[in-house]
């Protein structure tokens, strides 16, 4: 069974920062593409950063020089560190692993609260 897990957020002050985990259980991480997403009140779901099994990143325009996606594949875990947050950042943040072979093999956590409020 598969299982993903965000962990990390909460409030943090305007200009503070954050690292989100994800962890993974029950599949081959190492072969997992790994994105980041969120959803503000009122808003579609948007991607905020994503990394390849190549190690190839891309960013959100709102994001970039901000947001650092890494990943651990010793820990089945992918990170987001997030560093001068501003309120347009406060959301709820999800993490998506796709399978790079069969993209239909994707699965979603339960996401985790992000607040940036002083």
């Known amino acids: 069974q598969v299982q993903v897990v965000e962990s990390g957020g909460g409030l943090v002050q305007p200009g503070g920062s954050l690292r989100l985990s994800c962890t993974a259980a029950?599949?081959?991480?190492?072969?997992?593409?790994l994105d980041w997403y969120r959803q503000a009140p009122g808003k579609q779901r948007e991607l905020v950063a994503s990394?390849?099994?190549?190690?190839?990143?891309n960013y959100a325009d709102s994001v970039k020089g901000r947001f650092t996606i890494s990943r651990d594949n010793g820990k089945s875990t992918v990170y987001l560190q997030m560093s001068s947050l501003t309120t347009e950042d406060t959301a709820v943040y999800y993490c998506?692993?796709?399978?790079?072979?069969?993209?239909?093999?994707?699965?979603w956590g339960q996401g985790t609260q992000v607040t940036v409020s002083s």
């Open positions: 029950g599949i081959a991480f190492s072969i997992y593409n």
């Open positions: 998506n692993v796709v399978n790079q072979f069969q993209p239909s093999r994707n699965y």
């Open positions: 990394m390849r099994t190549s190690g190839q990143t």
